[in-house]
């Protein structure tokens, strides 16, 4: 199975920036399209962000688009997303995701890592 380990979560004030690193142990990184996902107190996960294997094709919910970009090095086995001009109420559990495919890993991806917390404080 494919293991994902997310970090660089922490504490930042409204309008801040956090950078989210996954990394991924797997055989071969690029057969992987990857993922983020997040879910605030009390509602359901959501979708963040996703890209292909190689990186050449990128989706983003509406509600992150021009202020969250994702990213991947297939040499480290890691995939990144920068979040920038938080606000309050993206506070949540962020995850990493991975699949076979984007529009996978945006409907159900097959494996998850355990998350790490944000908290955007005002």
């Known amino acids: 199975q494919v293991q994902l380990v997310e970090s660089g979560g922490g504490s930042v004030q409204t309008g801040g920036s956090l950078k989210l690193s996954c990394a991924a142990s797997v055989r071969t990184f690029s057969f992987y399209a990857m993922g983020w996902f997040r879910q605030a107190p009390g509602k359901e996960r959501e979708f963040v962000a996703t890209?292909?294997?190689?990186?050449?094709?990128?989706y983003y919910a509406d509600s992150v688009k021009g202020r969250f970009t994702i990213s991947r090095d297939n040499a480290k086995n890691t995939v990144y997303l920068q979040m920038n001009s938080l606000k309050p109420e993206e506070t949540g559990v962020y995850y990493c995701?991975?699949?076979?495919?984007?529009?996978?890993?945006?409907?159900?991806?097959?494996?998850w890592g355990q998350g790490t917390q944000v908290t955007v404080s005002s």
């Open positions: 890209i292909s294997g190689l990186g050449r094709t990128t």
């Open positions: 995701a991975a699949g076979p495919s984007t529009s996978v890993v945006r409907s159900s991806p097959p494996h």
